[in-house]
């Protein structure tokens, strides 16, 4: 459940991890993950989908939005978005998963930047998916829970696409928090983890760090 032992699939060094998953389709999945959290049907069952569900309904709230979908203000309208999703996402658990021994390396400071920097790559890579989002259904197909964690099992259908989506959460604060999201048998976690390592072994921390930076300021300069 808490996602070891998945097989590792490395793209290029902090690329783009859509390429990775090879093919477009793929993309907007891991977008409908991150900034939707994946529709699932009201009769589902099941606090950890009850949870995804409720962050869902907020989204496609403001998805749907009249006012938001002015050209004017579309800034206010991804703040608006990231602030729920960040609400349901782990971003502290998921960048600490990325870089596994380095984690425990970095002293507060370090490991609060590092989750800044993660969260902005995520945001930034896949947050046009979510502006193209046209009512792409998605099947639920079963919950486990075991022991705090939990993994909601779903389908992406897209065209003639079916892309099985599984979201991993665990139970923490008494709420239920994301912390990977698996697309078509790659962790998302993993492959940014096998993307970290290769830089951290091949280079240093600190390079991985500048290279996040300056991928940061391109998606600004944009």
Same mark, same amino acid.
């Given at each position: 459940? *808490?996602?070891?032992?998945?097989? %590792?699939?490395?793209?290029?060094? #902090?690329?783009?991890?859509?390429?990775?998953?090879?093919?477009?389709?793929?993309?907007?999945?891991?977008?409908?993950?991150?900034?939707?959290?994946?529709?699932?049907?009201?009769?589902?069952?099941?606090?950890?989908?009850?949870?995804?569900?409720?962050?869902?309904?907020?989204?496609?709230?403001?998805?749907?939005?009249?006012?938001?979908?002015?050209?004017?203000?579309?800034?206010?309208?991804?703040?608006?978005? %990231?602030?729920? #999703?960040?609400?349901?996402?782990?971003?502290? %658990?998921?960048?600490?998963?990325?870089?596994?021994?380095?984690?425990?390396?970095?002293?507060?400071?370090?490991?609060? %930047?590092?989750?800044?920097?993660?969260?902005?790559?995520?945001? *930034?890579?896949?947050?046009?998916?979510?502006?193209?989002?046209?009512?792409?259904?998605?099947?639920?197909? *079963?919950?486990?829970?075991?022991?705090?964690?939990?993994?909601?099992?779903?389908?992406?259908?897209?065209?003639?696409?079916? #892309?099985?989506?599984?979201?991993?959460?665990?139970?923490?604060?008494? *709420?239920?928090?994301?912390?990977?999201?698996?697309?078509?048998?790659?962790?998302?976690?993993?492959?940014?983890?096998?993307?970290?390592?290769?830089?951290?072994?091949?280079?240093?921390?600190?390079?991985?760090?500048?290279?996040?930076?300056?991928?940061?300021?391109?998606?600004?300069?944009?």
């Amino acid at each position: 459940m *808490n996602g070891r032992g998945q097989c %590792e699939r490395r793209g290029a060094v #902090i690329g783009s991890t859509e390429r990775t998953l090879g093919a477009a389709v793929r993309g907007l999945a891991v977008g409908l993950a991150l900034l939707v959290g994946g529709a699932l049907p009201a009769q589902a069952a099941g606090t950890a989908t009850d949870s995804v569900k409720h962050t869902v309904d907020e989204v496609v709230r403001i998805l749907q939005d009249k006012e938001m979908k002015k050209p004017d203000r579309t800034d206010e309208r991804r703040r608006l978005l %990231e602030k729920v #999703i960040g609400d349901r996402f782990d971003y502290d %658990e998921m960048a600490k998963r990325t870089l596994t021994t380095q984690w425990a390396k970095l002293n507060r400071d370090e490991q609060q %930047e590092f989750v800044v920097l993660f969260r902005r790559l995520l945001s *930034n890579t896949y947050a046009d998916k979510i502006e193209g989002y046209s009512g792409e259904p998605v099947q639920y197909l *079963n919950e486990r829970q075991q022991e705090g964690f939990a993994e909601v099992k779903t389908k992406v259908i897209s065209g003639k696409a079916e #892309i099985p989506l599984d979201y991993r959460l665990m139970h923490k604060s008494d *709420n239920w928090r994301v912390y990977d999201v698996v697309v078509d048998g790659v962790s998302l976690v993993n492959n940014y983890r096998g993307q970290f390592t290769k830089v951290i072994h091949s280079s240093s921390y600190a390079d991985l760090v500048e290279k996040l930076r300056k991928k940061s300021d391109k998606f600004v300069a944009q």
